[in-house]
């Protein structure tokens, strides 16, 4: 019997249950899992349409190339732990995992493949984190190591709910862009998980990989956009206290946390129009502080900024 979930704006019709997936929800495409082996993917990719592949490294220090093929079809590796093959159309996607254990290799079906799955079918996707408040969802954007799924733990702590700990996916619904849910992952430092009421899948690359409860499972407009500075630029800039400031509505603000298939052509106009509809829409503010200060200050700080009274009774809500 098929399991049906939903992740990243798909819904996912597959063998085997995903951790911390909601399941289907109505109206999304639909993407079929399967899991094969290694020479039956091997059968089925149509061949290397470059010489090169694009290359990335995950959090947990693993690479994982991108490589498209002479049919249309895109071929994920991952070191020697799985293989994932989406067909041209984008409608079904072998996994072909090596590693026994399914943590490492779920991980990144989860975590980076199907956000590039998503784009394939025409969501955009942001490196963001992201919770769902009563004023609508709020991303955090920032560069690798600024915090951002610290303060996403933290406003989960606080009673908001998880939309995704990593990247977003979003897309429009009539005339709002809308954000859709990652699944209930949450990547933590050990011993950051306590106060969380999480479940832990396990241990990659020195970081807890979690599972949180009552975390978002249908799209929802977002409220606004976030960008995380913790302690950057002069010296000075590193003591400054934790504020937040209205940015002017450019969505050139957000093109280097814009996320794409390698090698794509013709959809710089209509994601910059969208991201352009999304500034337009919410808001886009910027949260700065010293490196030092606790995460609860960036919390705060970040509530007061987007609508404190209506977020300040979302802990007593849950």
Known sequence: MAIHQSAFGLNLRGPLPLPGLPGSAAGLPELDLEVVTRGELEAAW????????????LRDGAELTIRWGRQGDLLFGCGEEATFLLAPAAERLLCAPSDPSPLSWQRVLLSRVLPVVAIARGYEALHAAAVQTP?????VVGASGAGKSTLAAELVRRGHRLVGDDVLVVGRAGDRVVAY????????????EEGLGVEVLGELGGKLWTVVEDAAAEPAPLAAVVLLERGEGPVEAQELPVEAQELPPTPLALAPFMLGLPDEEGRDGERFALYADLVETGRLLRLRGSASAPPAEFA???????GAAAMATAGEAR
């Not at 290397?48 to 990335?56: I, M, Q, S, V």
């Open 46 to 57: 149509s061949g290397p349409a470059t010489p090169g592949a694009w290359r990335g490294t």
């Open 135 to 139: 004023v609508g969802v709020v991303a």
């Open 181 to 192: 849910p990652s699944g209930a992952h949450l990547s933590l430092e050990p011993g950051a």
């Open 300 to 306: 705060e700080a970040l509530e007061r900024a987007v």
